[in-house]
């Protein structure tokens, strides 16, 4: 064999085995990339289970929190019955309509009162948080004063303060212009009026209660500032948890649901803002020791002037009535009050414990007295058997005889849950009113009608805001 056939026979054999090689290594190589692909198979298919499991977690929880919100809003509204007649009965026998009562009754009548009130309070802040949790309450924003809606909380808690020995002093930091941004006015009045009754709830007497407000371009801030004891800094944060005291002991000394605070806070989150609490280091002089708590309110909002502060809703209250009131009511407790409160404020009352008997009392009447109608307003109750509020309502507005009687319905729900009975009805007073609010409702409803002929609509009132 020549040299050159040699060098050639090792160029070939060189060749070869430099293929093989690459073969082993490209073999090596497709088994290892199938075994991570196998790998990533499995990761992937444990990752499908995984995320199957979790979704059916989710479902059970969601079944779970659904039917616990369903349970809480059921006995809650169950609840509202049996209060509208344990509160009325209590304020006729408290007036002495039944005949005086000696001291010890009088205390205990005060105590029975009381501890109803406070049971009514539980509901309403029990049911605020779930509607706002489930979306069922949302925001009705409109341009409104952050300092019309202060002072508004302030006249409004002045009364409990002044009780307590406590001041309240309002300050604003900012311009006329600044003060106006878009939020629903009856929320944001609900967050200051429960931070001030926090916040007097817990200051010694003799000291001030301060609500300052300030503003700049891009943000709106209000503080509630009291000199009481403090809450510790581990607590800063979960006081706005449900049920949630500084002391266990503060819910049966201080009085309180405990919800308060979750309520604020869920109203502020739903206008895009924050609140929270700092202990008054800011706020202490270098010689003092700091004492109580700020709560401070930041939302955004965007200046524009020449805006007005939003109109009250509320209309006094006639001292003596006028005018025949048809009650409508299954629950005859509940008629047996309104119609004794209806008499002592000078109102004709008729009753009816269906629909049915609405209808047929209304047009009975109407017939008698052509052309305007005897009854001067019904009071309906919304959830009936039978012919349910609604429908009797929307046969009531259907008859010429009838559609012109104002309709005030009476209702566990709020009226934002029941928007289209709210556009046929003139008032709306959510069950466990009071005495006063029901009053002014039928005493605006007949002065917003008187003369008129026609239906005159209007915003409707919760009657929590009373309570």
Same mark, same amino acid.
């Given at each position: 064999?020549? /040299?050159?056939e040699?060098i050639?026979?090792?160029?070939f054999?060189?060749?070869?085995?430099?293929?093989?090689?690459?073969?082993l290594?490209?073999?090596?190589?497709?088994?290892?990339?199938?075994h991570?692909?196998?790998?990533?198979?499995?990761?992937?298919?444990?990752?499908?289970?995984?995320?199957?499991?979790?979704?059916?977690?989710?479902?059970?929880?969601?079944?779970?929190d659904?039917?616990?919100?369903?349970?809480?809003?059921?006995v809650?509204?169950?609840?509202?019955? %049996?209060? =509208?007649?344990?509160? !009325?009965?209590?304020?006729l026998?408290s $007036? !002495?309509?039944?005949?005086n009562?000696?001291?010890?009754?009088?205390?205990?009548l005060?105590?029975?009162?009381?501890?109803?009130?406070?049971?009514?309070?539980l &509901?309403?802040?029990?049911?605020?948080?779930?509607? +706002?949790?489930?979306?069922?309450?949302?925001?009705?924003?409109?341009?409104c004063? &952050?300092?019309?809606?202060?002072r508004?909380?302030?006249? =409004? +808690?002045?009364?409990?303060?002044?009780?307590?020995?406590? @001041?309240?002093?309002?300050n604003?930091?900012?311009?006329?212009d600044a003060?106006?941004f878009?939020?629903?006015?009856?929320?944001?009045? /609900?967050?200051?009026?429960?931070?001030?009754?926090?916040?007097?709830?817990?200051?010694?007497?003799?000291?001030?209660?301060?609500?300052? #407000?300030?503003?700049?371009i891009?943000a709106?801030?209000?503080k509630? &500032?009291?000199?009481?004891?403090g809450?510790?800094?581990?607590?800063?944060?979960?006081i706005?948890? @449900?049920?949630? /005291?500084?002391e266990?002991?503060d819910?049966s000394?201080k009085?309180g =649901?405990?919800?308060?605070?979750?309520?604020?806070?869920?109203? &502020?989150?739903?206008?895009?803002?924050?609140?929270?609490?700092? %202990?008054?280091?800011?706020?202490?002089?270098?010689?003092?020791?700091?004492?109580?708590?700020?709560?401070?309110? /930041?939302?955004s909002?965007?200046?524009?002037?020449?805006d007005?502060?939003?109109?009250?809703? +509320?209309s006094? +209250?006639?001292?003596?009535?006028?005018?025949?009131?048809?009650?409508?009511?299954?629950?005859?407790?509940?008629?047996?009050?309104?119609?004794?409160?209806? @008499?002592? *404020?000078g109102?004709d009352?008729?009753?009816? !414990?269906?629909?049915?008997?609405?209808?047929?009392?209304?047009?009975?009447?109407?017939?008698?007295?052509?052309?305007?109608?005897?009854?001067s307003?019904?009071?309906?109750? *919304?959830?009936?058997? !039978?012919?349910?509020?609604w429908?009797?309502?929307?046969?009531?507005?259907?008859?010429?005889?009838?559609? $012109? #009687?104002?309709?005030?319905?009476?209702?566990?729900?709020?009226?934002?849950?029941?928007?289209l009975?709210?556009?046929?009805?003139?008032?709306?007073?959510?069950?466990?009113?009071?005495?006063?609010?029901?009053?002014?409702?039928?005493a605006?409803?007949?002065?917003?009608?008187a003369?008129?002929? =026609?239906?005159?609509q209007?915003?409707?009132?919760?009657?929590?805001?009373?309570?």
């Amino acid at each position: 064999m020549s /040299q050159q056939e040699s060098i050639l026979l090792g160029f070939f054999l060189t060749c070869i085995v430099v293929l093989v090689a690459i073969a082993l290594w490209l073999d090596r190589k497709v088994r290892r990339q199938d075994h991570d692909i196998d790998g990533l198979s499995e990761a992937l298919k444990r990752s499908r289970i995984h995320a199957e499991e979790q979704k059916h977690r989710l479902a059970e929880r969601s079944d779970l929190d659904q039917a616990k919100d369903e349970f809480i809003s059921t006995v809650s509204h169950e609840l509202r019955t %049996p209060l =509208t007649s344990i509160r !009325g009965a209590l304020g006729l026998l408290s $007036s !002495g309509l039944l005949g005086n009562v000696d001291t010890r009754a009088q205390n205990l009548l005060r105590i029975a009162s009381s501890n109803t009130e406070r049971l009514i309070r539980l &509901i309403n802040d029990i049911l605020d948080l779930e509607r +706002m949790e489930s979306g069922r309450a949302p925001v009705n924003l409109r341009r409104c004063s &952050i300092y019309d809606l202060a002072r508004e909380a302030v006249d =409004t +808690m002045n009364a409990l303060a002044d009780a307590s020995s406590i @001041r309240l002093e309002l300050n604003s930091y900012a311009a006329h212009d600044a003060n106006y941004f878009d939020a629903d006015p009856d929320r944001i009045l /609900q967050v200051l009026t429960n931070l001030l009754s926090n916040a007097i709830k817990f200051s010694p007497i003799n000291t001030t209660v301060s609500v300052q #407000i300030d503003a700049n371009i891009e943000a709106l801030s209000v503080k509630v &500032i009291d000199r009481g004891r403090g809450i510790p800094a581990d607590k800063l944060e979960s006081i706005f948890d @449900r049920f949630q /005291q500084v002391e266990s002991s503060d819910a049966s000394k201080k009085g309180g =649901t405990g919800l308060d605070l979750a309520i604020c806070r869920s109203i &502020i989150q739903q206008h895009g803002g924050m609140i929270w609490a700092q %202990p008054n280091h800011d706020w202490a002089k270098p010689d003092q020791i700091a004492q109580g708590t700020t709560f401070c309110v /930041q939302f955004s909002r965007s200046v524009r002037a020449g805006d007005t502060a939003r109109p009250n809703l +509320m209309s006094p +209250m006639t001292k003596h009535g006028e005018g025949l009131i048809l009650v409508c009511d299954d629950d005859a407790g509940i008629r047996t009050v309104i119609c004794e409160q209806l @008499r002592r *404020h000078g109102y004709d009352v008729i009753e009816a !414990g269906s629909g049915e008997e609405v209808i047929a009392l209304a047009h009975e009447k109407a017939m008698r007295n052509v052309p305007a109608p005897a009854i001067s307003a019904i009071l309906l109750d *919304h959830y009936l058997p !039978g012919l349910t509020g609604w429908e009797t309502l929307r046969q009531l507005r259907s008859s010429p005889a009838t559609a $012109s #009687i104002p309709v005030i319905v009476l209702s566990v729900s709020s009226p934002t849950e029941r928007p289209l009975m709210v556009g046929e009805a003139q008032g709306w007073v959510q069950k466990p009113f009071n005495e006063s609010l029901l009053l002014g409702e039928i005493a605006r409803v007949l002065k917003s009608n008187a003369g008129t002929g =026609t239906i005159t609509q209007h915003n409707p009132i919760d009657s929590r805001l009373t309570v």
